[in-house]
């Protein structure tokens, strides 16, 4: 059965741009992004941790591809993460982000470091940034491209305020490795909202690297559909559509978003694409941290007679990547 086109056949779902459901919803979760604003949460990782050695490793790739430049900025969804680091080797940093809270941003600056650092704050999207032509000499972006409906158009406007032989540098989540290789995979299922009962679908695909969803609304006047309002959470969303025959005729409206997502093959025509020279797309640490701790899970277990067991499992998990790495690091440069 295709579900898409069951849903375009009886209805006219409304297109939303992704920016709206994505970019922005992630952008308003200011708990993290002023947390990690914070300068003794923003640099305290643990080097024993296998997440923090590759957020460090991640955070320095980046530093390498800017360090000793003048004016950088940092764009994306969250912005916040990687500034202590960076302003640290360059002159000068400006960090947009579209939810900057003036208030709080001056409370979490107030602290003696920040007034020290070369930092500025700049309320704004990644759309259209308010930024003159040819005016940085690089620009950071933290999964800033693929949460946007045209990332072409996101990366022309980065291209735009860069300067000839600035340069660009950023960090993407692989779509390969999210579908573990997998063609097409397809989610669906039935959720509660505000009292209404909500059908969601959601495909995503490999070629092309693309994630759509929708989010059908129910007659709330239906019996069958009044019935789903009293499920608890656990029983309503283990429902699947072949529970409910009727459920294209129960369909009122539906709205739906895409998101382009990244590999490495179309990251780097992306980059290319946009007028971008010396394009690289490379794994980030992340790769190497989660073999270390492949290797560090392998010793614990040997040492307690497990060896077969340790091999097996990290053999399974090895199997589900097949060796895609899980984040793509980006660098390029604009010709002079």
Same mark, same amino acid.
Request: net charge neutral.
């Given at each position: 059965?295709?579900?898409?086109?069951d849903i375009r056949?009886?209805?006219?779902?409304?297109?939303?741009?992704?920016?709206?459901?994505?970019?922005?919803?992630?952008?308003?979760?200011?708990?993290?992004?002023?947390?990690?604003?914070?300068?003794?949460?923003?640099?305290?990782?643990?080097?024993?941790?296998?997440?923090?050695?590759?957020?460090?490793?991640?955070?320095?790739?980046?530093?390498?591809?800017?360090?000793?430049?003048?004016?950088?900025?940092?764009?994306?969804?969250?912005?916040?993460?990687?500034?202590?680091?960076?302003?640290?080797?360059?002159?000068?940093?400006?960090?947009?982000?579209?939810?900057?809270?003036?208030?709080?941003?001056?409370?979490?600056?107030?602290?003696?470091?920040?007034?020290?650092?070369?930092?500025?704050?700049?309320?704004?999207?990644?759309?259209?940034?308010?930024?003159?032509?040819?005016?940085?000499?690089?620009?950071?972006?933290?999964?800033?491209?693929?949460?946007?409906k045209d990332p072409?158009?996101? %990366?022309?406007? =980065?291209? $735009?305020? @860069?300067?000839?032989? #600035?340069?660009?540098?950023? &960090?993407?989540?692989?779509? /390969?490795?999210?579908?573990?290789?997998?063609a097409r995979v397809?989610?669906?299922?039935?959720?509660?909202?505000?009292?209404?009962?909500?059908?969601?679908?959601?495909?995503?695909?490999?070629?092309?690297?693309?994630?759509?969803?929708?989010?059908?609304?129910?007659?709330?006047?239906?019996?069958?559909?009044?019935?789903?309002?009293?499920?608890?959470?656990?029983?309503?969303?283990?429902?699947?559509?072949?529970?409910?025959?009727?459920?294209?005729?129960?369909?009122?409206?539906?709205?739906?978003?895409?998101?382009?997502?990244?590999? %490495?093959?179309? =990251?780097? $025509?992306? @980059?290319?694409?946009? #007028?971008?020279?010396?394009? &690289?797309?490379?794994?980030? /640490?992340?790769?190497?941290?989660?073999?270390?701790?492949?290797?560090?899970?392998?010793?614990?277990?040997?040492?307690?007679?497990?060896?077969?067991?340790?091999?097996?499992?990290?053999?399974?998990?090895?199997?589900?990547?097949?060796?895609?790495?899980?984040?793509?690091?980006?660098?390029?440069?604009?010709?002079?």
């Open positions: 059965m295709d579900i898409e086109a056949a009886r209805l006219t779902p409304r297109r939303v741009p992704p920016a709206g459901l994505r970019y922005d919803l992630i952008g308003k979760l200011t708990q993290t992004f002023y947390r990690d604003l914070d300068p003794e949460s923003a640099i305290a990782l643990d080097p024993k941790h296998v997440v923090d050695r590759a957020i460090r490793a991640e955070t320095e790739s980046l530093v390498s591809a800017i360090r000793g430049l003048g004016r950088v900025v940092v764009v994306g969804v969250n912005p916040g993460w990687p500034a202590l680091r960076i302003a640290s080797v360059v002159g000068e940093l400006v960090v947009l982000h579209p939810h900057l809270d003036p208030v709080r941003l001056a409370r979490t600056l107030g602290r003696e470091k920040w007034h020290r650092m070369n930092i500025r704050w700049v309320v704004g999207g990644t759309a259209s940034l308010p930024l003159a032509d040819g005016s940085v000499d690089a620009v950071v972006s933290d999964f800033g491209l693929a949460s946007w072409g158009e996101i %990366a022309s406007e =980065l291209v $735009r305020v @860069l300067k000839p032989e #600035g340069r660009l540098a950023a &960090r993407e989540a692989n779509w /390969g490795f999210e579908l573990q290789g997998r397809e989610e669906s299922g039935f959720k509660r909202h505000g009292g209404r009962i909500y059908y969601g679908y959601t495909k995503r695909t490999l070629d092309p690297p693309r994630e759509v969803e929708y989010i059908c609304l129910l007659d709330h006047e239906d019996g069958w559909v009044q019935n789903l309002r009293a499920l608890p959470r656990e029983a309503l969303g283990r429902l699947s559509p072949e529970d409910c025959p009727q459920l294209g005729d129960l369909l009122v409206s539906a709205e739906y978003f895409e998101i382009a997502q990244m590999t %490495a093959e179309s =990251l780097a $025509r992306l @980059l290319a694409g946009s #007028g971008l020279d010396l394009v &690289r797309v490379v794994p980030s /640490g992340l790769d190497r941290a989660v073999r270390e701790h492949h290797e560090e899970f392998r010793r614990k277990l040997g040492s307690q007679g497990y060896t077969e067991l340790a091999d097996a499992l990290i053999g399974h998990w090895e199997g589900l990547t097949s060796g895609r790495t899980p984040i793509l690091l980006a660098k390029a440069v604009k010709p002079g």
